[in-house]
């Protein structure tokens, strides 16, 4: 089967906690470009940069990016992806990774590894890779999302809630991970069969998607199968605030 993959970077200028994110410099260069340049490394057959803003379109363009400008209106990444396999027609069968644009620090081997492992399991329509925790802190923190797999390796549920509970140990106020049981954070990085986007648009929000705020939720409502695999790496720190934004930058040397 082939490994063949495509990649997708959402990339909005509108940023609630840190406005023009993806143009914000990165040692000499903008956010936006150090992301391209990863998912260029990646060995993608194409990437894509989806965006609604003409500056971030102006600047991709100037470091030689394909561009595409979407919508406005769209409520998430995913339908943000949506939109682009339609109008670029892409094969019902291609397999697309949705590369956030503020990931400068995302390895392009958890980027290759994703899209391999959704080309390897005809059954999923959509797969995200996971890490073990190791620290209780992380466990129980509702910034760190969790998600449980069943024996082959498909998402039962994911939470910003501490699963799974073990009933007995956490019963005596302990907060200890117990032994012998995953406790798996996940990665928010995907990989989508074109099909699955297209027929995505159509699928009504869950009401766990809503409770959780987690939008993969919606896809294990509607019945759709998302394999998980263990990441061979540990991904770098996002950037989410400007405090992100000076973490990655003395990470990249500045």
Known sequence: MSEAFR??????????????????????????????????????????????????EAAARAFGAEVLMTRDDHPSGTDRLAEVVERLDWPEDAIVVNLQGDEPLMPPSLVRTVAADLARHPAAEIATLCTPIGRAEDF????????VRDQAGYALYFSR?????????????????????????????YAYRVGYLRRYRNLPAAPIER????????A?????????????????????TRADLERVAALLGE
């Open 161 to 189: 809630a501490p699963i799974p509970w073990d009933r007995d140990e956490f019963a005596t106020g302990s907060r200890l991970l117990p032994a012998g049981v995953p406790h798996l954070r996940h990665i928010g990085l």
């Open 7 to 56: 990649i997708v970077i959402p990339a909005r200028h509108a940023s609630s906690r840190l406005p023009g994110k993806p143009l914000l410099p990165l040692a000499g260069r903008p956010m936006l470009e150090h992301v391209h340049r990863l998912a260029q490394r990646a060995g993608a057959e194409a990437v894509v940069i989806a965006t609604d803003d003409a500056r971030i």
């Open 140 to 147: 129980f923190d509702p910034h760190i999302v969790k998600v």
């Open 220 to 240: 294990l409502w509607h019945g759709t199968r998302i394999h998980v695999a263990e990441a061979p790496e540990e991904p770098g720190p996002g950037v989410d």
């Open 211 to 218: 409770s959780e705020m987690l939008e993969q939720l919606r």
